[in-house]
């Protein structure tokens, strides 16, 4: 005979499993005060490391965090504002690291958590939801663009930037940067702790260069079919710096980009994209159309400054 599920008792170990998946993760989350601004922080490890935001810190040089009564001075030890992320090293205390997931792992429809303690209180804010994409893309939002990311449909308010999103067994798996478009955008916890590993060692990241002004056009269809080439935009070069990697590879003004080492380039955000740092003194290949026909250049990427190193 089949044993009836009382619907009430599924309901209060639900609810007593997420209460105590809360006061669990919160032993790992942090204020964080700088001015006017305020978020929250996530702590990496046992010596006080802690990651948020960069836009939450709103170019201090030193901030305030917190657990409830308790209050530290944190130096800012590195940011990446391309990704969005500061690195931060609190001193005087004890503190309890988050566990870390895996953010390739994700899936569409995982429920997870997100949490906040902007004001320092004795217990943080959170709320649910579930993964809505795993490689979502945001464009033009504070003058970047942020690729790969995780969605979700669990709302962040303010103050919820630099916090954690975490699944069902606590595990971190991604750090809340904004709520657009009735979605909350997080950053994959995999490129966070590299690039908060890269920050604890002191590595400056770079930025590779090319040395042109460019927008995102449309090629005209016969110009495509003629080109043999399956894609309606690409990037024209409207201006190319002197003495620039761009100008030593030969492009000119009325050049259009359509490919970066054979990947398409279909908009001007992907330029930045496909510069990652691994590509600064690496020979590259253009794909541009040129008075209506394919050429390719080989181009050299450097830093703004003109090293490789």
Known sequence: MTQLVNPIEVL???SEATSQ?????????????????RGTGVIL????????????????N??????????????????DPHNDIALL?????????IEMGDSE?????????????????????????????????????????????????????PGFSGGPLVDVDGRIIGINTAYVWQ??????INRVKAIADRLMTGRVLK????????????????????????????????????????RKAGLAMGDVIVKFNDKPVTDFYDIPRLLAEDTIGKEAKLTIIRREKLYEATIVPTTHGGEND
């Not at 809360?22 to 006017?36: C, E, G, N, W, Y």
């Open 21 to 37: 998946l809360i006061k669990k993760t919160s032993q790992s989350v942090v204020s964080v005060r700088a001015q006017m601004s």
């Open 89 to 97: 090293k609190a001193e005087g205390g004890e503190f309890t690291p």
């Open 183 to 188: 979605r909350g955008i997080a950053i994959p």
């Open 105 to 157: 792992k994700l899936s569409v429809g995982q429920y997870v958590f997100a949490l906040a303690n902007p004001f320092n209180r004795a217990q943080p804010t959170a709320t649910t939801g579930i993964v809505t994409s795993v490689n979502s893309t945001i464009r033009g939002w504070r003058g970047t663009q942020m690729e790969n990311i995780i969605a979700t449909d669990a709302q962040l308010n």
């Open 45 to 60: 490890s046992k010596d006080g490391y802690i990651v948020t935001c960069n836009h939450v810190l709103a170019g201090c």
């Open 12 to 14: 209060k170990s639900l």
């Open 207 to 246: 930025k590779a260069y090319l040395g042109i002004i460019a927008n995102t056009v449309a090629i005209p269809q016969e110009i495509a079919e003629q080109a043999d080439l399956d894609q309606e935009t690409g990037v024209m070069i409207f201006s190319v710096e002197a003495g620039s990697p761009a």
């Open 62 to 79: 030193t901030v305030k965090v917190g657990q409830g009564e308790k209050t530290f001075t944190a130096k800012i030890v590195g940011t």
